[in-house]
T-cell receptor, first 114, second 105 residues
Framework: GAVVSQHPSWVICKSGTSVKIECRSL??????MFWYRQFPKQSLMLMAT?????????EQGVEKDKFLINHASLTLSTLTVTSAHPEDSSFYIC??????????FGPGTRLTVT | GQQVMQIPQYQHVQEGEDFTTYCNSS?????IQWYKQRPGGHPVFLIQ?????EVKKQKRLTFQFGEAKKNSSLHITATQTTDVGTYFC?????FGAGTRLTVKP
């Protein structure tokens, strides 16, 4: 149980375009999902908390207009990187809470912006 | 948000040696979680500690939560090559820097 999927697993896009990443909880309902960003050999940085049916809560320093989060159902949250630039290239990982603070992570999406 | 400091950043051991990573917080934590991330993979939940002074074991892994709930440790006894990866502590969705463990056969 507690399986989280992400799609796509990797994506290459041109600078200025937008990319949508999907995060799905496959065998449970997740009222809360989290989006992280991880640079090579670094830790995970919490970007935002995604709540089903309400606006996401963004961490300080994360541009909400650039990283659009939508949590339309109890099993799906999406992150859209708008007007992507090379500095947005990173590994984006979502997670869903099963129990308080216990998170199950998706496999991640590697974004490369050229 | 509150942060947890994790040391060491890297640890290279000979197979069979023990390994320990430490997390510290300047504030009291309600709980702390530990995760393992294999190279190229995603973090996998290992355990959550909640009680002051709590000690939990998973085979060769021993997790401790300090009496003051400001520090925690993960100890691996007799490391194996399968233990390779980065171990993260996390509190309130915020991750420590991680300790990257490499094991020489």
């Amino acid at each position: 149980g507690a399986v989280v999927s992400q799609h796509p697993s990797w994506v290459i896009c041109k600078s200025g375009t937008s990319v949508k990443i999907e995060c799905r909880s496959l065998d449970f309902q997740a009222t809360t999902m989290f989006w992280y960003r991880q640079f090579p050999k670094q830790s995970l940085m919490l970007m935002a908390t995604s709540n089903e049916g309400s606006k996401a809560t963004y961490e300080q320093g994360v541009e909400k207009d650039k990283f659009l989060i939508n949590h339309a159902s109890l099993t799906l949250s999406t992150l859209t990187v708008t007007s992507a630039h090379p500095e947005d290239s990173s590994f984006y990982i979502c997670s869903a809470s099963v129990a308080e603070y216990e998170q199950y992570f998706g496999p991640g999406t590697r974004l490369t912006v050229t | 948000g509150q942060q947890v400091m994790q040391i060491p950043q890297y640890q290279h051991v000979q197979e069979g040696e023990d390994f320990t990573t430490y997390c510290n917080s300047s504030t009291t934590l309600s709980n702390i979680q530990w995760y393992k991330q294999r190279p190229g993979g995603h973090p996998v939940f290992l355990i959550q500690l909640v009680k002051s002074g709590e000690v939990k074991k998973q085979k060769r892994l021993t997790f401790q939560f300090g009496e003051a709930k400001k520090n925690s440790s993960l100890h691996i006894t007799a490391t194996q090559t399968t233990d390779v990866g980065t171990y993260f502590c996390a509190a309130h969705m915020r991750f420590g820097a991680g300790t990257r463990l490499t094991v020489k056969p």
